[in-house]
């Protein structure tokens, strides 16, 4: 037993000392890219979820992404034998396209075209995760999808932490003058640093010694911000927030935070809506897209 103790102990005060030590440790921790499922053909999505492809986007030089494609029920029909440029015109149908930054994949695509993209890193796709390259991947999704939509409504939809890289990418559009027709964020956080101080592996070391000096400052000095309340405040597009009450990871106080935040600063407040599903549904952190109201909500 005393072994036992002493081997917990020692592991307990290690990590501390590794995340401010290797500069590495941080983003692994932030990103969690690094996990492999060898059970899921990523190249044939269609396998698993109804009516899917897979396509592969260059945001950069040197760097390629993954992103699959589902569509909407009414067209499920029609989907047998298509191709990858079949699916592209699809786009361009009337129907509302999502562009979908890291949240749980399984839904129905219940009207809606899907693009649910694999960041730099991640999945399938080539290079290494950074704050920059996230917001990078994620504008050119975007960007590709617009024009190929013509005059469908395509909205940013954000989960956990592809709200970060949602509002990020909602401000760089907002910059370019061409702001996104809306955002959707699904258990959203504040900013980055206040998310890791209200992660449930904190809980451990908050009162540490220097608890921001070893676990805050790293995230910082690797470039990681997330400013969720920053980047809205300064994007004119409407917002949807979605948190669960019983979400314990991201606490539903900060949904609650950023939305307040958000809606003290426009003009038009009506603009920022705010919607809560009460802990005894047990959604908790992935699964409000099971939600049965979901879709009347979208409207």
């Known amino acids: 037993i005393k072994a036992c103790v002493l081997t917990v102990l020692i592991i307990y005060v290690t990590i501390p000392f590794a995340m401010k030590i290797n500069p590495v440790i941080a983003p692994m921790m932030i990103y969690f890219n690094l996990f492999r499922s060898p059970f899921i053909d990523l190249q044939h999505p269609g396998k698993f979820i109804n009516h899917t492809v897979n396509l592969y986007l260059t945001p950069e030089e040197g760097v390629t992404v993954g992103v699959w494609h589902t569509v909407p029920e009414s067209r499920w029909m029609e989907t047998r034998g298509k191709d990858q ?84 990418t909602a401000r760089r559009l907002q910059e370019k003058g061409r702001p996104a027709d809306a955002i959707v964020l699904e258990a959203p956080f504040t900013t980055i ?22 676990f805050l400052d790293p995230v910082t000095e690797n470039n990681i911000v997330f400013h969720n309340i920053e980047n809205l405040k300064s994007v004119s597009s409407p917002v949807l927030i979605l948190h669960a009450e019983d979400d314990p990871i991201i606490p539903f106080e900060l949904g609650r935070k950023l939305y307040r935040s958000l809606h003290d600063s426009r003009i038009f407040k009506e603009q920022v809506k705010f919607v809560a599903f009460p802990g005894i549904l047990g959604y908790k952190h992935n699964l409000i897209y099971r939600d049965p109201r979901l879709p009347e909500i979208l409207k």
């Open 85 to 168: 440029q079949w699916y592209e015109a699809t786009l361009s149908d009337g129907n509302p396209v999502i562009v979908y930054l890291h949240g749980n994949g399984g839904n129905s695509a219940n009207g809606f075209h899907v693009l649910a993209m694999d960041y730099r890193g991640w999945g399938d796709s080539t290079g290494y995760p950074s704050e920059e390259g996230l917001t990078m991947d994620s504008v050119h999704l975007y960007e590709w999808a617009r024009a190929r939509s013509g005059r469908s409504f395509v909205c940013l939809w954000g989960h956990s932490l592809g709200t970060g890289v949602a509002s990020n």
């Open 193 to 214: 640093r206040e998310e890791v101080t209200c992660h449930p592996f904190s809980v451990i070391y908050k009162q540490f010694p220097g608890f921001e000096w070893f």
